[in-house]
């Protein structure tokens, strides 16, 4: 399949990329890794007639912790997130997920900042950034602003960036003490779409939920934050009527379309069981275990 | 556009639509046939190279996207006449039946134990997890890259 024509740049700085997003407007399209946008490009599904490449431009790549956050570069592939010693031990959460993105060819290329900017609600990174609290940084002409993940998708493939801004890094909190997290992820094969996916982040006092994040994936026209699930466990006993009462909650607030992968029942059902053991797992993480 | 790709070692150069993907530009441009288009949706692996040494899917990458980086084929494999611990690996255990997906699979495989050299059954499994065998030999594909493993390990 060959992709409509295009005109092709390859900028090596930030600011002639927002030069170009600013000349080019709503006909431009950025290329990160290319995984999502190369394929829909040869369905013609996407036929942007400029593409601003990013891939030359050098100081986009990078996983470090600094300022009490975790500041992840836009163009970090998620090979390097799936390998990274600092995300595997600290985050672990974030490690569960790059790991079952795709394949571990397309990991190659893809990239974080290109998941979440995608928007794909079957993406797994919009899940675990709504848990996390994660904040999104965007730069345009008039430099970079912060976007809270919850006010960063606005609709399926639309998210709160503007027409001359390119997402530039994602910004996670430091886990305090106590914290702990899980992604997971039911896919028919490796490489398949979630038919589910959900990410639970918890920090505990003792044995209390002190907070509570819950991410569901391709079970809504947008990535949920299941704020309900989340409002119930705050206060209470990190025990089985807590957990199992959150993943009741969760799958109410689920929106599942029936496809292929399932009907609107199982799906409903499979959120259910994966916030129960994504929350047990990250209780256990909380509390030290892996 | 006018570009220059680093394949197997030779720069070749060509001046290609910037829609070409690479994989086009490897078997059409420059006549390369071992990379083979299968599923053509990012999902088989029978077109997988290795970009910079990391295996990609050159039917999901553009050509242009590769100027001025190291691109290996399956023709890149074999050195001087001989063929590359994991070619031999292959050929000593049968790792192929009707051999459509076998480049992307010694590919994967060369670029996996060039990161670790003695991996497990399940590391194996995991790497070419990106890669399918439609005839479903992967029981042999495993013991191929095995085989290579052995091969290379230093003599004790």
């Given at each position: 399949?060959?992709?409509a024509?295009?005109e092709?740049?390859s900028?090596s700085?930030?600011?002639?990329?927002?030069?170009?997003?600013?000349?080019?407007?709503?006909?431009?399209?950025i290329?990160?890794?290319?995984?999502?946008?190369?394929?829909l490009?040869?369905?013609?599904?996407?036929?942007?007639?400029?593409?601003?490449?990013?891939?030359?431009?050098?100081?986009?790549?990078?996983?470090?912790?600094?300022?009490?956050?975790?500041?992840?570069?836009a163009?970090?592939?998620?090979?390097?997130?799936?390998?990274?010693?600092?995300?595997?031990?600290?985050?672990?959460?974030?490690?569960?997920?790059?790991?079952?993105?795709?394949?571990?060819?397309?990991?190659?290329?893809a990239?974080?900042?290109?998941?979440?900017?995608?928007?794909?609600?079957?993406?797994d990174?919009?899940?675990?950034?709504?848990?996390?609290?994660?904040?999104?940084?965007?730069?345009?002409?008039?430099?970079?602003?912060?976007?809270?993940?919850?006010?960063?998708?606005?609709?399926?493939f639309?998210?709160?960036?503007?027409?001359?801004?390119?997402?530039?890094?994602?910004?996670?909190?430091?886990?305090v003490?106590?914290s702990?997290?899980?992604?997971?992820?039911?896919?028919?094969?490796?490489?398949?779409?979630?038919?589910?996916?959900?990410?639970?982040?918890?920090?505990?006092?003792?044995?209390?939920?002190?907070?509570?994040?819950?991410?569901?994936?391709?079970?809504?026209?947008?990535?949920?934050?299941?704020?309900?699930?989340?409002?119930?466990?705050?206060?209470?006993?990190?025990?089985?009527?807590?957990?199992?009462?959150?993943?009741?909650?969760?799958?109410?607030?689920?929106?599942?379309?029936?496809?292929?992968?399932?009907?609107?029942?199982y799906?409903?059902?499979l959120?259910?069981?994966?916030?129960?053991?994504?929350?047990?797992?990250?209780?256990?993480?909380?509390?030290?275990?892996? | 556009?006018?570009?220059?790709?680093?394949?197997?070692?030779?720069?070749r150069?060509?001046?290609?639509?910037?829609r070409?993907?690479?994989?086009?530009?490897?078997?059409?441009?420059?006549?390369?046939?071992?990379?083979?288009?299968?599923?053509?949706?990012?999902?088989?692996?029978?077109?997988?190279?290795?970009l910079d040494?990391?295996?990609?899917?050159?039917?999901?990458?553009?050509?242009?996207?590769?100027?001025?980086r190291?691109?290996?084929?399956?023709e890149?494999?074999?050195?001087?006449?001989?063929?590359?611990?994991?070619?031999?690996?292959f050929?000593?255990?049968h790792?192929?039946?009707?051999?459509?997906?076998?480049?992307?699979?010694m590919?994967?495989g060369?670029?996996?134990?060039?990161?670790n050299?003695?991996p497990?059954?399940?590391?194996?499994?995991?790497?070419?997890?990106?890669?399918?065998?439609?005839?479903?030999?992967?029981?042999?594909?495993?013991?191929?890259?095995?085989?290579?493993?052995?091969?290379?390990?230093?003599?004790?």
């Amino acid at each position: 399949m060959i992709p409509a024509s295009f005109e092709y740049s390859s900028p090596s700085t930030l600011a002639e990329a927002i030069a170009l997003l600013q000349q080019h407007g709503s006909d431009a399209k950025i290329l990160a890794g290319g995984q999502s946008l190369i394929p829909l490009m040869k369905l013609r599904m996407a036929a942007p007639k400029h593409i601003i490449d990013i891939n030359r431009i050098g100081d986009l790549s990078y996983i470090r912790e600094s300022d009490g956050y975790l500041t992840i570069g836009a163009l970090t592939r998620e090979s390097d997130v799936d390998g990274s010693s600092l995300i595997r031990d600290k985050y672990p959460i974030i490690h569960d997920t790059a790991a079952v993105i795709a394949d571990p060819l397309v990991r190659n290329m893809a990239t974080v900042g290109g998941n979440l900017a995608h928007a794909d609600p079957a993406n797994d990174h919009p899940a675990t950034m709504l848990a996390l609290g994660a904040e999104i940084v965007a730069t345009g002409p008039g430099g970079s602003r912060t976007i809270a993940i919850g006010d960063f998708f606005t609709g399926i493939f639309t998210t709160s960036l503007h027409e001359d801004e390119i997402l530039t890094e994602i910004r996670i909190p430091a886990p305090v003490a106590g914290s702990g997290g899980a992604y997971l992820k039911v896919e028919r094969k490796v490489g398949d779409f979630a038919t589910a996916g959900v990410a639970a982040h918890v920090v505990l006092d003792g044995n209390k939920i002190k907070s509570a994040g819950i991410g569901l994936t391709n079970v809504g026209p947008m990535p949920i934050k299941a704020t309900g699930a989340e409002q119930s466990l705050i206060g209470k006993d990190a025990n089985d009527a807590a957990i199992d009462e959150a993943a009741k909650l969760a799958a109410e607030e689920s929106d599942p379309a029936e496809d292929l992968r399932g009907s609107i029942d199982y799906k409903r059902s499979l959120v259910r069981v994966l916030t129960a053991r994504a929350l047990r797992l990250a209780i256990g993480r909380a509390k030290g275990g892996h | 556009m006018k570009i220059s790709v680093n394949v197997n070692g030779t720069a070749r150069e060509a001046d290609v639509e910037p829609r070409l993907l690479l994989v086009h530009f490897i078997r059409e441009d420059l006549n390369m046939t071992g990379t083979h288009i299968g599923c053509d949706t990012t999902s088989c692996g029978a077109c997988t190279v290795l970009l910079d040494g990391k295996p990609v899917k050159s039917c999901t990458v553009f050509a242009v996207m590769a100027n001025g980086r190291d691109v290996m084929t399956v023709e890149g494999l074999e050195k001087d006449g001989k063929l590359d611990p994991i070619q031999d690996g292959f050929h000593q255990e049968h790792g192929l039946q009707c051999g459509f997906c076998t480049p992307g699979m010694m590919l994967t495989g060369f670029s996996l134990l060039k990161n670790n050299a003695s991996p497990s059954e399940a590391d194996i499994r995991w790497a070419i997890s990106g890669n399918l065998c439609r005839c479903t030999g992967y029981v042999n594909i495993v013991k191929s890259i095995q085989h290579a493993a052995q091969a290379q390990k230093p003599a004790q």
